[in-house]
């Protein structure tokens, strides 16, 4: 039976991850994480202080795994659910950097594959149409812009304590941008083939809906 696989690709803050849980949801796909792998990998070399020149013999223990845990993805480093440690904005940055390491993404490509031969999925990262999953059946970039993307972290963090200003929050927006787009391995770039949907003015609700409309009229 073949299965069906969605890319959804583009910037940091975009939404991609939280509409591709939504769309997903409701089309009754799995939902791969892809930035969480990445991200994973980055809390495995930051807490391990691991050099560069070590990351790639280092990652044979790294243990970087998805699982579902009661309907939900979670990410695991080894037998520890780090699903919200990762999301802290220096995890973000350090991600940024060492997913254009070659050794890196070696690691988690397989393992992305594998999900897709296997599952009807929605996929969502910088590279997954144009590199990780090239003949998907959908491919979107989704995108919207750097001050929305934000301002939409901003009211994310406003809660916590430590939550940085928006101006900070928007250089590193910017700066994360510069470094997906100029990085040699798989830069962060709209595939030819994929339908741009700019969610700036849009709900979460409304982007997901604009989604699965693309998805639809590409699948019957």
């Given at each position: 039976m073949k299965t069906i696989n969605i890319a959804i690709d583009g910037p940091a803050g975009a939404g991609k991850s939280t509409i591709a849980k939504?769309?997903?949801?409701?089309?009754?796909?799995?939902?791969?994480?892809?930035?969480?792998?990445?991200?994973?990998?980055?809390l495995y070399i930051t807490e391990n202080n691991i050099a560069?020149?070590?990351?790639?013999?280092?990652?044979?223990?790294?243990?970087?795994?998805?699982?579902?845990?009661?309907?939900a993805q979670r990410v695991f480093l080894g037998d520890r659910d780090v699903s919200e440690l990762i999301r802290t904005p220096?995890?973000?940055?350090?991600?940024?950097?060492?997913?254009?390491?070659?050794?890196?993404?070696?690691?988690?490509?397989e393992t992305q594959?594998?999900?897709a031969r296997e599952n009807n999925i929605i996929m969502d990262?910088?590279?997954?149409g144009t590199v990780v999953l090239p003949n998907a059946?959908?491919?979107?970039?989704?995108?919207?812009?750097?001050?929305?993307?934000?301002?939409?972290?901003?009211k994310e963090l406003a809660e916590k304590p430590d939550c940085p200003p928006y101006e900070e929050i928007l250089?590193?927006?910017i700066?994360?941008?510069?470094?997906?787009?100029?990085?040699?391995?798989?830069?962060?770039?709209?595939?030819?083939?994929?339908?741009?949907?700019?969610?700036?003015?849009?709900?979460?609700?409304?982007?997901?809906e604009a989604i699965i409309r693309v998805i639809e009229s590409k699948t019957g």
């Open positions: 939504m769309v997903s949801a409701r089309l009754g796909y799995i939902y791969v994480d892809t930035g969480a792998l990445y991200r994973t990998v980055a560069d020149e070590d990351i790639e013999k280092s990652l044979a223990d790294a243990d970087v795994s998805l699982r579902f845990v009661d309907g220096a995890i973000s940055m350090a991600a940024s950097r060492t997913s254009a390491i070659p050794a890196v993404r070696a690691y988690l490509f594959q594998k999900i990262g910088r590279d997954i059946d959908v491919k979107i970039f989704l995108t919207a812009s750097a001050e929305e993307r934000a301002n939409r972290r901003y250089k590193d927006i700066q994360r941008d510069y470094q997906d787009m100029h990085r040699e391995i798989a830069p962060l770039r709209q595939a030819e083939d994929a339908v741009l949907v700019d969610t700036t003015k849009l709900s979460l609700e409304e982007s997901a």
